[in-house]
Every structure is written in C-alpha cells, then in structure tokens.
Nanobody
Framework: QVQVVESGGGLVQAGGSLRLSCVASGTIFSITGMGWYRQAPGKQRELVAAVASGGITNYADSVKGRFTISIDGAKNSVYLQMNSLKPEDTAVYYC????????????WGQGTQVTVSS
C-alpha cells in the first residue's frame, strides 16, 4: 500500500511563512504528479497547488505569488513554501499523490493544520 504523510503545519502570524512537507512511501513505481489541497471549516476541499513530475506547476488564484510548490521525485516528496500568509489561508492542508498509472483520484495523506492569526 502507499502511505502519504504531511508535516510542517503550525500557528503563524499574518505575513509570516511556513513550509509544508509531504513524503510518500510504499509501492510506488511511477509518479505522475503531487498536489496540495486545503479544507477550511465550513468549506469544501480545494486545490492549492499541484506539480507534475516534469516540473509543470498549477496554483489556485488565491495563492499565486505567495506559495511555491516543488517536487523531489527521487524522494517521493513534495513541498509547499507559503509566504505572506493570510488568516484566510487557515485550513487543514492535505497532500495528494497521483501515481502507479492513476489518472485521477490519487493517494491522500491525513493532513496538517495551518493556522494564521491576525
């Protein structure tokens, strides 16, 4: 089975920075891409940023210019550097791995809490 684990969440003040990490392990023979999603209380889960194994990235409009996603295929890891954080960034952040021939769905982690105070 494939395991996905996020880390790096915490409490920061508005304008601060945080770096999230996601490491996948298990039976992984190929990776199509990895992404970060978030879910705030009362809201549905949304895509924050995604990166293909080749390096192509995609960001939600709300985080463009502030967040940066990167992937390390050799380590089956993905990172999310978050700068200029805003209170509205507060959410549980989840990592998703698209691998092993899957073209949709993917493997999910349990999430890491990010809280941004005013």
């Amino acid at each position: 089975q494939v395991q996905v684990v996020e880390s790096g969440g915490g409490l920061v003040q508005a304008g601060g920075s945080l770096r999230l990490s996601c490491v996948a392990s298990g039976t992984i023979f190929s990776i199509t891409g990895m992404g970060w999603y978030r879910q705030a209380p009362g809201k549905q889960r949304e895509l924050v940023a995604a990166v293909a194994s080749g390096g192509i990235t995609n960001y939600a409009d709300s985080v463009k210019g502030r967040f940066t996603i990167s992937i390390d295929g050799a380590k089956n890891s993905v990172y999310l550097q978050m700068n200029s954080l805003k209170p509205e960034d507060t959410a549980v952040y989840y990592c998703n791995l698209l691998a092993n021939g899957r073209i949709t769905g993917g493997y999910w982690g349990q999430g890491t809490q990010v809280t941004v105070s005013s």
